[in-house]
């Protein structure tokens, strides 16, 4: 039962170490819940910050593990914030490296999720950089993946965009409808505002009738849900039907509007667009001029810059198919090297489980001692107690009544009174000690007991020794091993002077020493119980004499 019992704490113990660490885990899980809040709905620029920093974080961690699902996970999300913040080539660049790390690992239904994610953004950028064949072909390798009608309806909603940015607007329109159509079954309102925004403005490009009045009706649901990404594009798109049609008043109007939403979430990308609807509703030949050049400079440096990270794609993805077959070749080797860390793994379970035995072996060893120790204390109060409750007391009943008696043999009375007395002794000397309370004063009693006309007994540093420190059980030890040595010195070493020196640092150290006529050291029984008594309480004592030079011991606790 004990054996259980002490199993059960060793394995309450590691349950405790294992729930830390799981408590950690779970942190960690909750930080990341928070910021990926932070991300998904942000409140301003600041929420989008302290989101970024994190994942940042988050990415360098998971580079060090190795875990490379996390770390496309945080690719994606910090891609996905330099986008919001306008930075389109460092978003590209950052997405890039997510694609990278997706096609060197096998595919599962979770990294052809992110393969999806990541080339979706990457046509968004593309269609934002001027790249518009690039985005095309990105989008075309999500359609030859994704299997939802959601990813595929996006997808679709993106080549028409580029469609009309193409200007080809019938084949946009085809697109869009399809989309709006789309996205009425899946009755999503910012979905559903997107499509049919987009859809006016592409029929606006060849005039059609309705156009403005799909516009509008996307600008009033996105005024509804308030999501201020959306509200943008509404506004901007509708200053662009209005610069078309000359209509200066209503696309300065809506240019503002898309103005102040820029200041407000401190966008540089909206804030560019923004000013530069601005300079299109003025409807200046020169500034319009000038802002085509400008655009057109930009654009081509985009172009080049973009097509740079694209290239460097391109060729790690040939890098990637030639490695392949080396890999395949290589996968036997991996195999061996698997069994042989599983080997490594068993190896060091056996190992911990083999620790944890031998740790709990020695628990138990401990506990065992302690309680054995125990019941010798008992079984010697219980013998002490029989003796004097049974033998002493039936000496002292025949004593009496040899007293009362007539004839009386004195010398056997002499006798039966030497063996009372050494009864009596022996039931004293191994009485139960309550040691919990005034030690000092009880070993201080025990020692000065001994004390006579004879012998002088002397005790140093006693009233210094801190006996709280000290347990019980090693109280008790001690006790028994001072009264034996005191007790033999009495009988046997006709000293005059007993010195008793305490001295405590991190152990207890007490030194013996008599005036005596000292002996031959040999173990015998009463030298013998002494080292047991203290062996079990894991001390030490030493005994040192020599005939006519006294008697000496050292114990240390």
Known sequence: MKLIKNSFLFFYAFVLCFSARNLHAQQIKDSISHYYSLYINPKGSNDLKKAYTFFNQRKEVNNQKKDTTKLVFNLRILASIEYKFGNLHKSDATAISALELIDNIKN??????AKIGVLNHLGIVSYELGNYDRALDLYDRVLKIAKNPRQINSVLNNKANIYRKKKNYRLSIEQFEKVYEN??????????ARSLDNLGLAESKLNYTNAL???????????????????????????????????????????????????????ASYKLEALSLLLNADNQLQVIEFKKLSDSINLAKQKNENMFASMQYDYMEEKRKANEAKLQLAESKLDEEKQKRFKIIYLSGGSFILLSSIFLYFILKSRHKKEKLIEVYKTETRISKKVHDEVANDVYHVMTKLQSSKTINEDVLDDLEDIYTKTRDISKENSAIDVTENFNEILNDLLLSYRSTDINVI?????????????????????????????????????????LAFNQSEKLTINYSDNGVGC?????????????????????IKFKSQVNGGFKAKILI
Do not use: C, P
Request: hydrophobic residues 35%; proline residues 0%.
């Open 459 to 499: 005790t140093k540093n006693i009233s210094k020794v801190d006996w709280q420190k000290i347990s019980n059980e090693k109280k008790t030890a001690l006790y028994r091993v001072l009264q034996e040595l005191m007790t033999n010195m009495k009988k046997h070493s006709s000293a005059s002077i007993v010195v």
């Open 520 to 540: 031959i050291i040999k173990k015998n029984n009463g030298l013998q119980n002494v080292e047991n008594r203290i062996k079990t309480i894991n001390g030490t």
């Open 183 to 192: 996205n009425l079954k899946f009755d999503d309102k910012l979905k559903i």
């Open 108 to 113: 599962t239904n979770t990294t052809v999720e």
């Open 213 to 267: 009045d799909k516009m509008l009706a996307a600008l009033k649901i996105r005024e509804e849900e308030q999501n201020i990404d959306e509200l943008f594009v509404s506004y901007k798109h509708l200053s662009e039907y209005f610069t078309d049609r000359k209509a200066t008043k209503k696309a300065k109007h809506y240019a503002n509007k898309a103005y102040k939403i820029a200041k407000k979430t401190k966008n």
